[in-house]
Nanobody, 115 residues
């Protein structure tokens, strides 16, 4: 089973960009599908982007065209490139990796977008 650590969050002005990283430790990371979730203050966690082991990427409508998910299985890392950020993108971003019976979450990284 892998363990996940997110990084790359911070404070950015509206229209700016951030790149989040989800770094895995453990074995067989290439066998995991990985998703990024966003939890806005006071709201439920929502799926924003996903990438399969075959590198098929999907996005929520709210981020399509602005966010890009990618993975580097050699570095055991999944990235979320976030462009044209909006104040409503503020919140904690979590990565989640699934493979068979394994379902692993990271601790999250805070993103704050000022208007």
């Amino acid at each position: 089973q892998v363990q996940l650590v997110e990084s790359g969050g911070g404070l950015v002005q509206a229209g700016g960009s951030l790149r989040l990283s989800c770094a895995a430790s453990g074995s067989n990371f290439g066998a995991y599908d990985v998703e990024w979730y966003h939890q806005a203050p006071g709201k439920q966690r929502e799926l924003v982007a996903a990438i399969t082991i075959g590198r098929t990427a999907t996005y929520a409508d709210s981020v399509s065209g602005r966010f890009t998910i990618s993975r580097d299985d050699v570095k055991k890392t999944v990235y979320l490139q976030m462009n044209s950020l909006k104040p409503e993108d503020t919140g904690v971003y979590y990565c989640n990796a699934k493979s068979g019976r394994f379902d692993v979450w990271g601790q999250g990284t805070q993103v704050t977008v000022s208007s």
